[in-house]
């Protein structure tokens, strides 16, 4: 099923009964000597869209026992074009109509993965944007920020494009959760 975005879904998660659809876009945030930050793998859902962070650490930057997630150690920003602004992720915090009638921006991690010297943490961010530039600030904590930026028409069109496995029928969206990875070696 494709069509007009619909706005009445909620949005403290990506529906569960959504197929996404890609969007193009993504990049370099930040790179400096010890430090860089990549961010892509968009991916529109019909009440918003998600992307990937990925941090790396560089030579001559001191190793840690455990890599801080993105939230703890690089401040994050996500920008609309209408001027709406989310700092940092909001944890799953409710989305509440504003004075002005817009819903505000809701940022929340979904999950992450890495080491001492790489990170990997997926954002969801809701509402869909309006058309127009959607920008993706992080920063180096007491250094320098980059700007990825992204089109709002773009991730509009990519939503209109998702797919609602069971349209007009209650989903059980489930409880809990659970993680899981394989290594394999030779």
Known sequence: MSGAVPTSLGGERPPGDALPVGVPGGGVALRTGTLAVWVGSLRAFPNGFDFVVRVVRGPGRPPTARFEPVPDALPIEVAYGDGRIRRGP?????????????????????????????????????????????????????????????????????????????????????????????VSTG
């Open 90 to 182: 909001s944890h799953g915090a409710p989305a509440v109509v504003s004075r002005d009638g817009r819903t505000p921006i809701t940022l929340m991690e979904l999950g992450g993965s890495g080491n001492s010297s790489l990170w990997e943490s997926r954002y969801w961010v809701h509402p869909l944007p309006p058309d127009g530039p959607v920008t993706v600030t992080v920063g180096d904590p007491g250094g320098p920020a980059g700007v990825v930026g992204l089109s709002g028409a773009a991730i509009r069109a990519a939503a209109a494009e998702c797919e609602r496995l069971w349209p007009g029928q209650d989903f059980d969206e489930g409880e809990g959760g659970a993680n899981w990875f394989t």
